[in-house]
Protein backbone atom coordinates (compact mmCIF):
# COMPACT_ATOMS: atom_id res chain seq x y z
CA UNK A 1 0.00 0.00 0.00
CA UNK A 2 1.62 3.43 -0.99
CA UNK A 3 0.48 6.16 1.61
CA UNK A 4 -1.98 9.06 -0.41
CA UNK A 5 -0.53 12.83 0.27
CA UNK A 6 -3.33 13.75 2.60
CA UNK A 7 -1.73 10.47 4.84
CA UNK A 8 1.66 11.69 4.50
CA UNK A 9 0.77 14.91 5.76
CA UNK A 10 -1.07 13.24 8.81
CA UNK A 11 2.17 11.27 9.52
CA UNK A 12 4.08 14.76 9.34
CA UNK A 13 6.62 14.82 12.46
CA UNK A 14 5.41 11.39 13.46
CA UNK A 15 6.63 8.18 10.87
CA UNK A 16 7.21 10.93 8.42
CA UNK A 17 10.20 14.20 8.79
CA UNK A 18 10.75 16.48 5.91
CA UNK A 19 12.44 19.20 6.55
CA UNK A 20 11.98 21.89 5.42
CA UNK A 21 8.13 20.90 4.77
CA UNK A 22 6.09 22.93 2.15
CA UNK A 23 2.14 21.33 2.09
CA UNK A 24 1.92 23.04 -1.31
CA UNK A 25 4.53 20.23 -2.66
CA UNK A 26 1.81 17.67 -1.94
CA UNK A 27 0.74 15.32 -4.78
CA UNK A 28 -1.81 12.61 -4.36
CA UNK A 29 0.25 9.99 -3.32
CA UNK A 30 4.04 12.05 -2.85
CA UNK A 31 5.78 14.81 -2.44
CA UNK A 32 8.03 17.09 -4.28
CA UNK A 33 12.11 17.00 -3.43
CA UNK A 34 13.85 19.67 -4.58
CA UNK A 35 17.76 20.12 -6.29
CA UNK A 36 20.79 21.36 -3.89
CA UNK A 37 22.72 23.38 -5.06
CA UNK A 38 25.90 21.28 -4.88
CA UNK A 39 26.77 17.95 -7.33
CA UNK A 40 29.70 15.73 -7.22
CA UNK A 41 31.82 14.04 -10.21
CA UNK A 42 34.20 11.70 -10.01
CA UNK A 43 37.77 12.97 -11.22
CA UNK A 44 39.19 9.66 -13.00
CA UNK A 45 37.26 8.33 -16.01
CA UNK A 46 37.71 4.55 -14.84
CA UNK A 47 35.81 3.98 -11.33
CA UNK A 48 37.10 0.82 -9.23
CA UNK A 49 34.67 -0.71 -6.75
CA UNK A 50 37.36 -2.01 -4.17
CA UNK A 51 38.39 1.79 -4.06
CA UNK A 52 37.47 4.87 -2.79
CA UNK A 53 37.62 6.62 -6.08
CA UNK A 54 38.22 10.61 -5.92
CA UNK A 55 35.91 12.96 -6.49
CA UNK A 56 35.22 16.62 -6.62
CA UNK A 57 32.34 19.06 -6.12
CA UNK A 58 30.82 21.84 -7.92
CA UNK A 59 28.42 24.44 -7.00
CA UNK A 60 25.29 24.96 -9.78
CA UNK A 61 25.43 29.14 -10.03
CA UNK A 62 22.02 31.04 -10.45
CA UNK A 63 21.81 30.94 -14.00
CA UNK A 64 22.10 27.22 -13.92
CA UNK A 65 24.68 24.41 -14.89
CA UNK A 66 25.11 22.16 -18.46
CA UNK A 67 25.10 18.00 -17.58
CA UNK A 68 26.99 16.89 -19.91
CA UNK A 69 25.60 13.31 -21.73
CA UNK A 70 27.68 10.00 -20.87
CA UNK A 71 28.30 11.52 -17.25
CA UNK A 72 27.45 10.71 -13.92
CA UNK A 73 26.69 13.53 -11.41
CA UNK A 74 25.73 12.94 -7.96
CA UNK A 75 23.60 15.50 -6.57
CA UNK A 76 21.20 15.41 -3.36
CA UNK A 77 17.62 16.37 -2.02
CA UNK A 78 17.60 20.36 0.14
CA UNK A 79 15.43 18.26 2.13
CA UNK A 80 16.56 16.22 5.33
CA UNK A 81 14.19 12.95 5.78
CA UNK A 82 13.64 10.62 8.40
CA UNK A 83 11.15 7.55 8.29
CA UNK A 84 10.01 5.60 10.82
CA UNK A 85 7.63 2.32 10.29
CA UNK A 86 7.31 3.08 6.48
CA UNK A 87 9.70 2.23 3.46
CA UNK A 88 10.58 5.34 1.49
CA UNK A 89 10.74 5.42 -2.53
CA UNK A 90 12.06 7.80 -4.54
CA UNK A 91 11.24 8.70 -8.34
CA UNK A 92 12.32 11.35 -10.94
CA UNK A 93 9.43 13.50 -11.70
CA UNK A 94 8.04 12.51 -15.25
CA UNK A 95 8.45 16.47 -16.21
CA UNK A 96 12.04 16.28 -15.44
CA UNK A 97 12.64 12.70 -17.57
CA UNK A 98 10.64 13.96 -20.64
CA UNK A 99 13.65 16.29 -20.65
CA UNK A 100 16.11 13.33 -21.11
CA UNK A 101 16.78 13.84 -17.24
CA UNK A 102 17.36 10.72 -14.89
CA UNK A 103 17.42 11.23 -11.25
CA UNK A 104 18.25 8.16 -9.73
CA UNK A 105 19.65 5.55 -11.92
CA UNK A 106 19.15 2.48 -9.35
CA UNK A 107 19.12 3.44 -6.03
CA UNK A 108 15.09 5.12 -5.38
CA UNK A 109 14.86 2.11 -3.00
CA UNK A 110 15.40 3.65 0.54
CA UNK A 111 15.41 1.22 4.32
CA UNK A 112 13.43 1.53 7.19
CA UNK A 113 14.61 4.13 9.86
CA UNK A 114 16.80 5.88 7.14
CA UNK A 115 17.74 9.76 7.94
CA UNK A 116 19.29 12.25 5.97
CA UNK A 117 19.43 13.95 2.55
CA UNK A 118 19.04 11.45 -0.49
CA UNK A 119 21.98 11.45 -2.78
CA UNK A 120 20.94 11.61 -6.27
CA UNK A 121 22.42 9.81 -9.23
CA UNK A 122 21.80 12.09 -12.46
CA UNK A 123 22.17 10.79 -16.13
CA UNK A 124 21.20 12.94 -19.33
CA UNK A 125 20.74 12.09 -22.56
CA UNK A 126 21.85 15.02 -23.96
CA UNK A 127 22.80 18.38 -22.62
CA UNK A 128 20.64 19.93 -19.77
CA UNK A 129 20.53 23.16 -18.25
CA UNK A 130 19.87 22.22 -14.49
CA UNK A 131 18.97 24.67 -11.21
CA UNK A 132 19.11 24.99 -7.72
CA UNK A 133 15.95 24.76 -5.99
CA UNK A 134 14.18 22.63 -9.15
CA UNK A 135 11.28 20.28 -7.57
CA UNK A 136 13.46 17.33 -9.59
CA UNK A 137 12.13 13.97 -7.59
CA UNK A 138 9.36 13.01 -5.52
CA UNK A 139 9.28 10.45 -2.25
CA UNK A 140 7.14 8.08 -1.46
CA UNK A 141 6.27 5.80 0.79
CA UNK A 142 4.63 1.91 1.12
CA UNK A 143 3.05 1.03 4.62
CA UNK A 144 5.79 -2.26 5.83
CA UNK A 145 4.07 -5.73 6.92
CA UNK A 146 5.64 -7.30 9.51
CA UNK A 147 8.16 -6.64 11.82
CA UNK A 148 11.10 -4.97 10.61
CA UNK A 149 14.68 -3.95 11.38
CA UNK A 150 15.71 -0.51 11.29
CA UNK A 151 18.33 0.77 8.65
CA UNK A 152 21.63 0.77 10.82
CA UNK A 153 24.02 1.13 8.46
CA UNK A 154 27.03 3.30 8.80
CA UNK A 155 27.77 3.94 5.47
CA UNK A 156 24.59 5.87 4.53
CA UNK A 157 23.07 7.08 7.67
CA UNK A 158 23.09 10.66 9.18
CA UNK A 159 24.76 11.87 6.08
CA UNK A 160 24.97 15.64 5.88
CA UNK A 161 25.48 15.95 2.25
CA UNK A 162 26.11 14.43 -1.23
CA UNK A 163 27.14 10.62 -0.89
CA UNK A 164 30.03 9.10 -3.33
CA UNK A 165 29.63 5.19 -3.50
CA UNK A 166 30.91 3.94 -0.23
CA UNK A 167 30.60 0.36 -1.56
CA UNK A 168 34.43 -0.25 -1.44
CA UNK A 169 33.80 -0.76 2.28
CA UNK A 170 32.24 -3.95 1.96
CA UNK A 171 35.76 -4.99 0.74
CA UNK A 172 37.95 -4.26 3.54
CA UNK A 173 40.03 -2.25 1.66
CA UNK A 174 41.30 1.13 3.04
CA UNK A 175 40.62 4.07 1.20
Not at 3 to 28: C, F, H, T, W
Not at 123 to 149: K, M, N, T, W
Request: hydrophobic residues 35%; aromatic residues 12%.
Amino acid sequence: MILSGREIDARMGQDIVIRPYDKSRLNPNSYNLELHDELLIYTENQLDMKKNNPWTTLTIPPDGFVLEPNRLYLGRTREYTETRNLVPMLEGRSSVGRLGLFVHVTAGFGDVGFRGFWTLEMFSVQPIRIYAGVQICQIYYHALQGESDAYASGKYQDNQGIQPSLLYRDYNVQA
